[in-house]
């Protein structure tokens, strides 16, 4: 009986997100910007967003950190909003906003109640086309990302983890580079660098345009092209591909952070694209080792050995390679060794046995409620939008993403597991506190 209730009940979600379906409308103007409409009715706000397509990897190895830098520096002001004003015409409207970069593209968006739509639409366009670059607001933001960085990175504990990740698994690539880059680069970088890079990447041929909302279609292909059509189109950007050497042979780092007292034990593997359906199936290897108190690693080394203090798998996918990363945190007197030892059984596990029928069951069921939450809202759809035409090539993922998931097999959760988390394949980071300096006699 309560086997047939979870089934009605499984049956009834499912059904319910199917009829769920995210509506879309996209278009191209003559510029080349690309335009994506989704009208939901339900509540009085609006969302507008653009992605841009430069990250990180698009950086100049001897000036890293720009694209980040220019997620700040684009708030700065335009010839029509003064400088200091964009954040106070926002919130006097009853908006917000934001922006963030990775490695692949920058993303700026506003939610703003529905009528005042054409506001988000002609900042939007202000950005793209009349950003005021000047000394004032290089030399301002210049001051606001180091301390940002002294933040999150510098007296963060753990917080350079990731860029002594990437830059020992890329010797090629630019996800070689951590996204917030070289302070040392953006000292000496001069105004007109800032203003080429924006002259280069900041233009509509290299663009998306979201709109996601309380929205009249008609009415908003008007807006859009009243405030975006004129923008000219820049030359295309060329972009280069970047293809590392198989690693075949299992390296050890090591880091010492001043900002901790505990070690953690690192590994990482290189992984496909994040377009590849090798890297969903990563996602599901990811969950069952280290999401939630009934995973793998958790069940064994958090609660049963208690031998660790945390431990996680993640899929770290992006546009042109991924990292796979499994860490763990010691608990009392445990070595890196013993942790160690520990993930490799769990590892060894995935490649050679099946996972159960009825994991396999929890795992879409999680992967059902991610994705459910991820179009709950319309800034969540916007965003979704925006990130399967740019980064995926396959706009109709928002609706059938799941499907990938669910046809995923136990015999390919194994498979992929032995093609990519083999111990010759991996990085060792042991990332560890700072040694104390000898003390002179």
């Known amino acids: ?62 000036r890293t950190g720009f694209a980040h830098f220019f997620e700040h520096l684009l708030f700065e002001g335009t010839e029509n909003i003064e400088r200091g004003k964009w954040f106070e015409i926002v919130s006097s409207n009853g908006g917000k906003n934001n922006a963030n970069t990775n490695d692949d593209r920058t993303y700026y968006y506003e939610v703003f109640p529905s009528n005042n739509l054409e506001l988000g639409l002609w900042m939007e366009a202000e950005r793209m086309l009349h950003p005021v670059i000047n000394q004032i607001g290089v030399d301002t933001q210049n001051e606001v990302v180091k301390e940002e960085k002294r933040l999150r990175v510098d007296n963060s504990p753990y917080g350079n983890i990731l860029a002594e990740i990437k830059k020992g ?7 070689r580079w951590a996204t917030i880059g070289s302070m040392e680069h953006l ?155 520990d993930i490799d059984e769990e590892i060894v596990k995935i490649q050679t046995e099946l996972i159960s029928e009825k994991e396999m069951q929890k795992l879409k069921n999680k992967f059902l409620n991610q994705f459910v939450n991820s179009n709950s809202s319309v800034e969540g759809i916007a965003h979704s939008l925006a990130s399967y035409y740019m980064l995926y090539g396959d706009i109709n993922l928002i609706n059938n993403e799941l499907d990938i998931y669910n046809s995923i097999t136990r015999e390919e959760i194994k498979a992929v597991a032995n093609k990519y988390l083999n111990p010759n394949q991996r990085m060792i980071l042991n990332y560890l506190p700072k040694k104390e300096e000898a003390k002179n006699n």
């Open 1 to 62: 009986m309560k086997k047939s209730i979870l089934l009605l009940f499984c049956v009834f979600i499912t059904s319910t997100v199917m009829a769920q379906k995210v509506n879309f409308e996209e278009f191209d103007l003559e510029n080349g910007l690309h335009v994506i409409l989704h009208q939901d009715n339900t509540a009085p706000v609006v969302t507008t967003a653009v992605m841009y397509h430069v990250g990180a990897k698009d950086e100049n190895p001897e």
């Open 187 to 341: 000292d000496a970088a001069t105004l007109e660098e800032f203003q080429a890079f924006n002259k280069k990447f900041y233009i509509p041929n290299n663009a998306v345009l979201v709109v996601a909302g309380d929205i009249n279609i008609a009415e908003t292909k008007k807006l859009v092209n009243k405030y975006y059509s004129d923008i000219p189109r820049k030359e295309p950007i060329e972009r280069k591909t970047f293809t590392e050497d198989d690693i075949t042979e299992a390296f050890t780092a090591e880091y010492h952070d001043p900002n901790i007292q505990l070690p953690m034990l690192l590994n990482a593997f290189r992984t496909p694209s994040m377009k590849t359906r090798d890297a969903y199936v990563l996602d599901m290897i990811s969950t069952v080792l280290s999401d939630g108190k009934s995973s793998r690693l958790f069940k064994k080394m958090v609660d049963t050995k208690k031998n660790s203090l945390q431990v996680g798998a993640i899929n770290l996918s992006e546009e042109d390679y991924g990292l796979y990363i499994l860490y763990a945190l010691p608990l009392g007197e445990t070595t890196l060794d013993t942790l160690q030892k």
């Open 169 to 175: 698994m890329f010797k090629k690539h630019p996800y």
